[in-house]
């Protein structure tokens, strides 16, 4: 199990930005890939984007363009940097592995973004 702590969420206006950090316990480095994960009220949670070992970067289509992810394998720590945010991007957002393997979810950092 790796345990994870997000953390950087808040209340920010429509077109604002926000940077997300998951700290991770344990050597991330030898995991292959981490993810950024949200869960709007009544929906089921989304991947927005995952981030390989090697860098590689995939995203759902509803941030391309908005979100980048990252990865610092010595802090063992990901990120995610959200701009132009809108409305619809609020939710708990929550990192894991990808996938997620059973591993457990941390308590996740609320973003809420006002029109």
């Known amino acids: 199990q790796v345990q994870l702590v997000e953390s950087g969420g808040g209340l920010v206006q429509a077109g604002g930005s926000l940077r997300l950090s998951c700290a991770a316990s344990g050597d991330i480095f030898s995991i292959n890939a981490m993810g950024w994960y949200r869960q709007a009220p009544g929906k089921q949670r989304e991947l927005v984007a995952f981030?390989?070992?090697?860098?590689?970067?995939q995203y759902a289509d509803s941030v391309k363009g908005r979100f980048t992810i990252s990865r610092d394998n010595a802090k063992n720590t990901v990120y995610l940097q959200m701009n132009s945010l809108k409305p619809e991007d609020t939710a708990v957002f929550y990192c894991?592995?990808?996938?997620?393997?059973?591993?457990?979810w941390g308590q996740g950092t609320q973003v809420t973004v006002s029109s």
């Open positions: 981030v390989t070992r090697d860098g590689i970067t």
């Open positions: 894991n592995l990808f996938p997620v393997k059973g591993n457990s």
